[in-house]
């Protein structure tokens, strides 16, 4: 229990120093701001020059103590230790010379800081998801809602909030010319693409791995298709009785969950059968295993 503590804050302490990399050298020097509250620091910090690491303490800190006793304090703690090495972090690298190793695209091709900015916050905030942690900001609100209220949707409000970040650096990263204020929606589609990015890249991290399918087979050939899963796949499955609603007839149901590996090759065994209906089902988890059949 002890390792697995030290190990889940190991992996926090790291994702928050990656973190803090990511947004010194693929983000503030590009002039697009992120996602969620982090995003109206960068904002801040560009328009005002007022530090990303300060603005994320302020905001944060006072969050993590409302979670500490409004959610859950493992997580309020685990959140503050990432917000505390991510601001400090932040704030270390702010006062080292590392233009060399900053991607500053010059407003030519930042769609490609952008990518790898995107990706890296997402593998972060899956890191941070599969410990009971977060990265702050909007992440602590969505724990005190789903706890609160489970069947409201906060996607609604994620997105609000990004949408209005998203409008907003329309007008913050615009530039004078000529006496005049030049204003482009370049900004506006580098934060639309970094939060699509970072979500698909973090959703799939946090689901890719134990994705699996799951089968559901009414048959009169459930002997035949049983024999077919243990020995061609070395598989098993669960056999449960029910009625056709029409017929009036009993049937044998099969529910079997593969992997993606075994996807074609249980199609096949199907295949092979009359009298046989099947559907399939994405399945985003599976926990647990059965012993194999050898």
Known sequence: MIKKKIWEYALIVFAAVILAVNYQLFIVTNKFAPAGINGIATMIQYKFGFSIG?????????????????????????????????????????????????????????????????????????????????????????????????????????????????????????????????????????????????????NYLMKGGKTAYKFIIITTHAKEINDAIIHEMKHSATQIVGKGIYSGEDKEVIICVVNKHQLVQFENILKKYDNTFAFVETTNETIGNFKTIK
Do not use: W
Request: charged share 15%; net charge neutral.
């Open 54 to 202: 300060y603005m994320s303490l302020i905001v944060n800190i006072p969050l993590c103590v409302f979670a500490y006793f409004m959610t859950n304090k493992e997580f309020a703690i685990k959140t503050l230790v990432f917000v505390l090495i991510y601001s400090g972090v932040y704030i270390l690298l702010g006062n080292l010379d590392i233009k060399r190793f900053q991607y500053d695209a010059h407003g030519v091709d930042t769609i490609f800081p952008v990518l790898i900015a995107g990706a890296i916050s997402g593998f972060v905030y899956s890191v941070c998801f599969k410990v009971n942690s977060s990265t702050g900001g909007t992440d602590v609100i969505s724990r005190f809602v789903s706890d609160k209220k489970p069947e409201f949707n906060f996607f609604v409000i994620t997105f609000v909030i990004n949408a209005a970040i998203a409008v907003a650096s329309y007008f913050v990263y615009a530039e004078e010319k000529g006496g005049s204020m030049v204003y482009d929606y370049k900004p506006v589609s580098l934060c639309v693409l970094y939060c699509f990015v970072s979500t698909f890249i973090g």
